[in-house]
């Protein structure tokens, strides 16, 4: 029995001379990564209004958001990129979510637009900078919630601006009116799900469209409901630019006024942009990559400005500035149009 007792205490010093030469055992545990976040997770359902259906949902909620809150802490100890990110309401969805709930912009083959060419003016007087939200021609940025209905916001922001270039008047116009009422043939926009541009200005000249006030928006889709004696305009026509051409984008928004843009915004970054000059190298230009539609309220030599859809806790207060004339940046010369009102 000693001699066993005297074992175990020999054992027990060679555990304890080895935690004191072993390197690793003077490094701490690391906490549940999740539990470093259990705080700010709370601060954000305050500061968003968040609530969830059951503990497992608010469980998983908390993972995703202590998941992407880490992604910006590296984002931010990087420091190499020209823009920032920070924490939104947008902060508790999967990357995957994000792109199926908010950007649900699917461009038409542009054989199949109704809309005519974009002609340059000869010698037009270009400003090198322009911001028509200074000439009071851009409504505040909205919130299309997690319905993906860009395409009608995008759409309805332009012919505001288009609509008070021409009157005056600036009035909010109704991105429902599009969702619940583009989805029937010719135009089969798909409400909440997806949409184009081109189809969306085709329903507005084929019978006039609403302002938000007389058919306001409810963040899903449902039956049209269209009031035809409440008719705020209708597009007369509209205008489809060169794919690719940003020096006639320039034009376009200097002369004519607030252009439509098709942009890809998958990326992390985008989902949780902050401010600065927008450069995302996983961006793509071609037409396939497009998933969501902006308004480009104007540029500097450096960038685009956009009017987004996301909310005004997105970004700056709701817009963005988009790397200009650097390889197209994530398309936002790719696909572009205006309404003529």
């Not at 074992?7 to 990564?33: F, H, V, W, Y």
Request: hydrophobic share 35%; net charge negative; aromatic share 12%.
């Amino acid at each position: 029995m000693k001699l066993f007792s005297f074992a175990c205490l020999l054992m027990t010093l060679g555990m304890c001379e080895l935690q004191r030469t072993d390197p690793l055992s003077k490094i701490p545990k690391l906490l549940n990564p999740i539990s470093l976040f259990t705080q700010q997770f709370g601060e954000f359902k305050s500061n968003f209004n968040k609530g969830y259906g059951s503990p497992e949902e608010e469980r998983k909620r908390l993972e995703i958001f202590s998941n992407n809150h880490q992604k910006l802490l590296d984002f931010e100890k990087a420091g190499s990129a020209p823009f920032t990110m920070k924490i939104n309401h947008l902060a508790d969805l999967l990357l995957e979510e994000f792109n199926r709930y908010l950007n649900g912009f699917r461009p038409i083959d542009r054989s199949k637009t109704k809309g005519r060419g974009f002609v340059a003016g000869m010698n037009p007087t270009i400003p090198e900078s322009l911001d028509w939200r200074e000439k009071g021609a851009v409504t505040p940025a909205r919130y299309q919630a997690q319905c993906a209905s860009c395409y009608a916001f995008a759409s309805v922001a332009a012919i505001e601006s288009h609509y008070f270039l021409k009157s005056g008047s600036l009035q909010a116009i109704s991105p429902q009116n599009i969702v619940d009422c583009s989805k029937v043939e010719p135009y089969d926009n798909s409400g909440c799900q997806h949409g184009a541009v081109d189809p969306s200005f085709d329903y507005v000249k084929d019978n006039g469209i609403n302002s938000d006030e007389v058919y306001p928006y409810t963040e899903k889709e449902g039956e049209c409901k269209f009031r035809t004696d409440e008719s705020v305009t209708r597009v007369r026509d509209y205008v489809v630019l060169d794919e690719g051409d940003e020096k006639g984008l320039q034009e376009a928004v200097a002369t004519k006024g607030p252009v439509v843009a098709g942009m890809d915004a998958s990326a992390e970054s985008f989902q949780f942009y902050g401010s600065g000059i927008y450069y995302e190298p996983k961006c793509g230009n071609s037409i396939d990559r497009l998933n969501h539609a902006v308004l480009i309220v104007g540029y500097t030599p450096d960038y685009w400005i956009i009017k987004n859809s996301y909310g005004v806790q997105w970004g700056e207060n709701g817009y963005a500035k988009i790397s200009r004339n650097v390889s197209n940046q994530c398309g936002i010369a790719t696909y572009a149009l205006y309404p003529v009102v």
